[in-house]
């Protein structure tokens, strides 16, 4: 009998997918993720830090986000950056409802820019969670 996202969560001795970017855990297997809600962080970022034509069997999959975070800053980028990761998001990642997106710069520094991202599940609404990245 299969078992839903949320009996899977709940199971300690269970593992829910791959930790991005890959590498061994303490027993030299792959770090892996334990709830769904881990895993749609690393979805995420793996989906947001690929640009277009990364992958050769897949060159549709991944964002424009680095592209962007390159351009001159003026007062549409934030509008661009927002854009571009619902557009993203909406095709390869449905299940994840962005709630906000802030374009921040780092430690004031107008040459590093930093995009953090507010989000749920469709799993479980209530539970929100922030990454940042800096691409």
């Not at 950056?81 to 520094?109: C, F, H, M, R």
Request: proline share 6%.
């Amino acid at each position: 009998m299969a078992r839903n996202a949320r009996e899977i969560d709940i199971d300690p001795r269970t593992y829910v997918g791959m930790s991005f970017p890959i590498r061994a855990d303490g027993n030299n297997n792959f770090a892996m993720t334990k709830t769904s809600l881990e895993q749609s962080q690393h979805n995420l970022e793996n989906l947001l830090l690929t640009s277009l034509r990364e992958r050769p069997m897949t060159p549709e999959f991944g964002s424009r986000l680095r592209e962007l975070c390159f351009e001159q800053i003026d007062e549409n980028l934030p509008e661009k950056i927002e854009g571009e990761i619902q557009k993203s998001v909406a095709k390869w990642l449905p299940y994840i409802n962005i709630q906000q997106v802030d374009t921040l710069t780092k430690n004031g520094d107008k040459s590093q820019i930093v995009v953090r991202i507010g989000y749920s599940t469709s799993l479980d609404p209530e539970a929100t969670n922030t990454i940042d990245l800096e691409p």
